[in-house]
């Protein structure tokens, strides 16, 4: 009988045989559990940086500095990801990050709004920044790329001729600042305090916020269609699957988490700057996701790989410069990291589909 | 002249869908032109056309993924408008679409149940019932004598029949009234066709399910279907039963590219009653 014919109806019988050489065992590590090779990068960056260091990198007071980095970058990788899953992409962003903060720090210092009451307006601009961004896309078709970084340098240009890119110094209210983002962390205070746990709270807020994404993507039908989507948008839409929408509420949910990282980031220095979010800031946000394993076709991905990527990114970023090496250095590092990541996606996903496994 | 004997449609079957006047343009390309078809209980209707006839665009009005310019649905005798694909879905009518409407990335029982999963609370959350998906879709499977190594493997590892055995396990899951396929034996081995042509026969006796078939082999069209729809650049050129009609005459009339005048034409002369 020919390779090709049609085999008696038994059990695995057609299509998937049992992988028997140690690369396609490998093989299939990687593609059905990505977060873990990313997780196994990330451990052997914090023992290069810990023996490099002399113990330094894994102190409180460091970690506290990686691990606020990672919180940040993590909330907008994990949001983007999500974008990511259904095609598009959002470069919009960083002037997210920047408007909802100084929204918020506006409103307290000119009617004395409370910042709790601020933030959720901030969140809700995110939000809505997130829903022009998604129907400009999706209803007049423009590509995300574009349209995002349209709205990228509208928001830009809003957000600094308001007070002529000066920074406002945001009002400090407790328990509002320590719970979102401000430090109270000294030294002297034991770690599993009150004071020590500010010390880690955007990462905190990152890890809680990412579960939840982590939930709605892989044991929800909104998970389930945003898959879809972005696997087979015709497709989906002739099973019935409202893919506009599906993109719509994903350029939402980033909007919101990027205005959400902004506030954090403000409630952390008490300034609301305007250009606190530069566009690197997206684009570091990107690497980490594709450093997680989310490749930029669509159809999969995964949001907890993008908050162990935006490890690796803030890991390289602070410990390069820890271990002596120029500021800049680290920008090498992740280039390279992010076209390694890339390429390792890519032909695992070919070689999974060629053989098979 | 049909090599197997298809068991009459009852006289009194009564007609469950009714498409009337139906004309649809794409900008300056006019695909139908004043369709209509008919369709009754338990009956399978055959769809023939060449290529950019109009077949697949007629279907896609049918199951809400285009909307006609104008003309009717009338559905289980009342008139209906669908503006998505879930209106038709909510009609009892189940298409399984040429490119077979799978997500290549989701596994074999997710596309089972996309649009309709079956959710649990936890938490208070509505989360998916991923346990009873996987175990409904391998009962449902096994029943329809579909073999497939795991219901766990995302669908773009299959081979081209065994998805194509999944679309159309998919659209006869909620028991339709109507089920429409178009082309569902392109790809499949003869072994498989024949499970496919047995699985539609079931349909049709079993639960007077009405079917339209777009299908290229005319060999298959006998065996199954009671009537044969030629669509001819966007017309109905002809509308005859396949109990009236050899294959040798549909082979001859779709060669022959006429539109429907000159078939009517030909016919009345040679065979009246016919059309």
Redesign the interface.
């Given at each position: 009988m020919p390779p090709t014919?049609?085999q008696p109806?038994?059990?695995?019988?057609?299509?998937?045989k049992v992988p028997h050489t140690t690369t396609e065992r490998l093989l299939i590590l990687l593609s059905r559990y990505r977060e873990a090779s990313i997780a196994v990068v990330a451990i052997v960056l914090v023992i290069y940086f810990q023996v490099g260091s002399d113990g330094g990198f894994l102190s409180p007071q460091f970690m506290s500095v990686v691990l606020r980095d990672t919180g940040r970058l993590g909330l907008i990788a994990a949001a983007e990801v999500m974008l990511m899953i259904t095609g598009e992409i959002d470069l919009s962003l960083s002037a997210i990050f920047s408007i909802a903060p100084y929204v918020m720090a506006l409103l307290s210092v000119t009617w004395g709004v409370p910042l709790a009451l601020g933030a959720v307006i901030g969140v809700l601009i995110g939000i809505l920044v997130g829903a022009i961004n998604g129907i400009i896309t999706v209803r007049f078709r423009v590509p995300s790329l574009i349209t995002t970084v349209g709205t990228l340098f509208f928001l830009q240009g809003i957000v600094v001729s308001i007070y002529n890119s000066q920074p406002i110094v945001a009002p400090v209210e407790q328990p509002f600042n320590a719970i979102f983002g401000q430090s109270l962390y000294q030294p002297t205070d034991a770690l599993l305090s009150w004071h020590g746990v500010t010390a880690f709270t955007p990462f905190l807020w990152a890890v809680l916020l990412v579960l939840v994404l982590a939930?709605v993507l892989n044991?929800?039908?909104f998970g389930?269609?945003t898959?879809?989507t972005?696997?087979?948008i015709?497709?989906?839409?002739?099973?019935?699957?409202?893919t506009d929408r599906m993109k719509i509420y994903n350029f939402m949910i980033a909007g919101g988490f990027a205005a959400f990282a902004g506030i954090i980031n403000t409630a952390q220095f008490t300034s609301a700057d305007p250009q606190a979010g530069s566009p690197f800031l997206t684009l570091q946000a990107i690497a980490a996701a594709v450093i997680g394993g989310t490749s930029l076709l669509g159809?999969?991905g995964t949001v907890i790989g993008a908050l162990i990527g935006a490890f690796v990114v803030a890991s390289l970023n602070n410990g390069l410069v820890m271990i002596g090496a120029q500021a800049t250095v680290s920008d090498i590092y992740l280039g390279a990291a992010i076209i390694a990541a890339m390429i390792l996606s890519i032909q695992v996903d070919r070689l999974?589909?060629r053989r098979?496994v | 002249m049909s090599t197997q004997a298809i068991p009459p449609l009852a006289a009194d079957a009564p007609v469950v869908l009714e498409m009337s006047n139906i004309s649809k343009s794409f900008g300056a390309v006019t695909a139908l032109v004043d369709v209509s078809i008919k369709l009754r209980q338990g009956e399978v209707l055959a769809l023939v056309g060449d290529n950019g006839a109009g077949k697949s665009t007629l279907i896609k009005i049918l199951?809400g993924?285009h909307q006609p310019d104008t003309g009717t649905i009338v559905s289980q005798g009342k008139e209906v408008r669908f503006a998505?694909?879930?209106d038709a879905?909510a009609q009892g009518i189940e298409?399984v679409?040429q490119?077979?409407?799978?997500?290549?990335?989701?596994s074999v029982f997710?596309n089972m149940f996309?649009?309709r999963?079956y959710?649990k609370r936890v938490l208070g959350?509505?989360?998916?019932d991923?346990r009873k998906m996987r175990e409904q879709a391998q009962v449902y499977l096994d029943t329809l004598?579909i073999?497939?190594?795991?219901v766990n493997?995302t669908v773009?590892?299959?081979?081209g029949?065994?998805r194509q055995c999944i679309a159309v396990a998919r659209s006869i899951y909620s028991s339709p009234k109507i089920l429409v396929l178009d082309e569902p034996l392109a790809a499949l081995?003869v072994?498989?066709s024949a499970h496919v042509l047995g699985l539609i026969q079931n349909l049709r006796q079993q639960r007077q399910v009405s079917v339209i078939l777009i299908v290229h082999n005319y060999n298959q069209i006998f065996e199954v279907c009671d009537r044969i729809n030629f669509l001819h650049s966007g017309e109905i050129a002809l509308d005859a039963s396949t109990a009236d009609t050899s294959e040798e005459e549909l082979i001859r009339i779709v060669k022959s590219g006429l539109g429907r005048k000159a078939i009517d034409a030909a016919a009345a002369e040679v065979r009246p009653g016919l059309v």
């Open positions: 014919a049609i109806a038994k059990k695995s019988a057609v299509g998937v939930v044991r929800t039908t389930l269609h898959i879809a972005g696997s087979n015709i497709g989906a839409r002739e099973i019935g699957v409202r159809g999969s999974r589909t098979r | 199951s993924f998505s694909p879930r879905r298409t679409y490119d077979l409407a799978l997500i290549g990335d989701l997710h996309l649009g999963e959710h959350l509505n989360l998916l991923n004598g073999s497939i190594p795991s493997s773009d590892l299959l081979s029949g065994q081995g072994r498989e």
